[in-house]
């Protein structure tokens, strides 16, 4: 079974200061124009952004791991070694998907290839931290059915990070209906709405969730990786 969910802006925590210490101000003392842009794209993304999430449980359950390989329901999936032993204890797996929505990635895109980049960057940063929210939210969700059968849950990982091979997406995206949440892929595997983010969390009795990994994994450009060092 495959659950759907919507969020408005408002239902989500999103950290002003922390997009701050993005656009390289740590202290949250916004010059000018920066502080005019974070609060005109904070207003503008409650109409720009559609966001959607869905996830849906292994129905077998035959999650079996080695080396760097997962086999869910049939499917074998290239995640790298250290994800596999991340999942290793799995008993389940969820996948899950989720986006911002269109509007606010086609609205940082203009602006980035028009006439104000420095707004399209704030545009830009601030759909990333919407959609990694919405997930957060996601993943609670998750963790609550879980809990809900005596089971625990691991940190969540997406194709692309930590050697996980980015053409697996293909794959990941055949557990859900074509268009699910308005995020299709290209043949290179990348997701449009470009705010779209996708990954697996195990299940499990004996899994167990780390509240750090960014030690795990090398992706220098990840928005959880940085936030992480500013704390």
Sequence with gaps: MIREISYSLSELTLDVEYLSALLGFPDGDLPEPFGEYVALAVQDAESLCDIRGAFRFSENCDLSANNSHIWVDGTEFEVGKTIAKELRNASSVAFFICTAGEGISRRSQDLLMGDDPVLGYVFDLLGSMIVESAVDKLQLEIKRMAISEGLNITNRYSPGYCKWSVADQHKLFSFFPPNCCGIKLTESALMNPIKSVSGIVGIGAEVSFREYTC????????????????I
Excluded at 215 to 230: G, S, Y
């Design 215 to 230: 030690n795990l994994c090398n992706q220098v450009d990840c928005i959880q990786r940085n936030h992480h060092r500013m």
